[in-house]
Each structure stands twice: as structure tokens, then as C-alpha cells.
């Protein structure tokens, strides 16, 4: 079993910056694709970013590409979200999600196997 913890949420203006993190429990981080996905109010629930488990690999959703940089550090069973130019329709629960398997498009929320409770962005403008 994997846990996952979210933090560093919270209410920002448009244009200013936040780092999301997520802590994961277990031995085997190492070896997860990890994944960032959000949920506005009334809308599903959509990818956002994936890092593979070596952190070679990294992917984005257009929406946040150029803005967000998704990283990881194996030794502290972290993944992390940096958002810079924070706009308005970046309001969402953002959660991270971990992957077992390797290969496949890493986008779809059917492809993880642990979540975490996610964490509030709420960005004014």
C-alpha cells in the first residue's frame, strides 16, 4: 500500500506562484510514475502532470505547459508542482496519484492506483 499526502494549497492571485508536494508512505516510491491531476467544481476530474519513476520523463497537460514543472526527489518519497503565472482557471482540488505500471499514456485517472485527499487552489483575479 501506498499513501499519499498533498500540501501547500492555497488562495493566490493571478500571476503569483505556489508548490504543491506530496509525501508518499512505503518502500517503494522509486519505482511509481507519479502523477498530478485537478478537479474544478462541476467539472471531471483532468490530468495535469506526470513524472516517471526515474524522473526522465516528464509530461504536461497544454493548459499548464511552460507554467508548472513537475519534479521528484526518491529520497525523500516526494513529488512536487511548482505553478508560476497562476491563472484564474487554475482553481481546482489538485491531488496526486501514483501508477505501478510502466509505460501507457499516464493520463488517464484509470491508469493510477493510489490517491491522495488533494489539496485547495483557489487562484482570484
Known amino acids: 500500500q501506498v499513501q499519499l499526502v498533498e500540501s501547500g494549497g492555497g488562495l493566490v492571485q493571478a500571476g503569483e506562484s505556489l508548490r504543491l508536494s506530496c509525501v508518499a508512505s512505503?518502500?517503494?516510491?522509486?519505482?511509481?510514475?507519479m502523477g498530478w491531476f485537478r478537479q474544478a467544481p462541476g467539472k471531471e476530474r483532468e490530468f495535469v502532470s506526470f513524472?516517471?519513476?526515474?524522473?526522465?520523463?516528464?509530461k504536461y497537460a497544454d493548459s499548464v505547459k511552460g507554467r508548472f514543472t513537475v519534479s521528484r526527489d526518491n529520497a525523500k518519497n516526494t513529488v512536487n508542482l511548482q505553478m508560476n503565472s497562476l491563472k484564474p482557471e487554475d482553481t481546482a482540488v489538485y491531488y496526486c496519484?501514483?501508477?505501478?505500471?510502466?509505460?501507457?499514456?499516464?493520463?488517464?485517472?484509470?491508469?493510477?492506483?493510489?490517491w491522495g485527499q488533494g489539496t485547495q487552489v483557489t487562484v482570484s483575479s
Open positions: 512505503g518502500r517503494t516510491f522509486s519505482s511509481l510514475g
Open positions: 513524472i516517471s519513476w526515474s524522473a526522465g520523463w516528464t
Open positions: 496519484a501514483a501508477n505501478r505500471r510502466r509505460g501507457g499514456l499516464n493520463t488517464d485517472i484509470r491508469e493510477y492506483d493510489y
